[in-house]
């Protein structure tokens, strides 16, 4: 069964953001590197991730309606 979740990858990341980013079906049980994969973005850029504001990781598994914020390294100085 599909479900769907939100996607935002922001700034370098945002070129891989899909058109169905505010509705992106997945399957139940699906890993945060899985949708990474999906999406090809390289795991090494995504630095900060957040499920529904939650700071979450690689392996967190998603259930279907989260909102996923996914953010690169930031540098600066």
């Known amino acids: 069964m ?3 979740i939100s ?3 922001f700034a370098t990341l945002s070129k891989y953001t899909p058109s169905s980013a505010d509705k ?3 399957e139940p049980g699906t890993t945060v ?3 990474l994969q999906e ?3 390289p795991e090494t850029d995504a ?3 957040f499920i529904n504001g939650i700071k979450s990781n690689l392996t967190s ?3 279907g309606g989260e909102r996923v914020g ?3 390294p930031i540098g600066g100085g």
Do not use: A
């Open 39 to 41: 999406l090809g973005v």
């Open 7 to 9: 996607i935002n990858l």
């Open 24 to 26: 992106y079906p997945i």
């Open 33 to 35: 590197q899985n949708l």
């Open 61 to 63: 598994p998603l259930q």
């Open 70 to 72: 996914i953010f690169p």
């Open 47 to 49: 630095k900060l991730i």
């Open 2 to 4: 599909r479900t769907y």
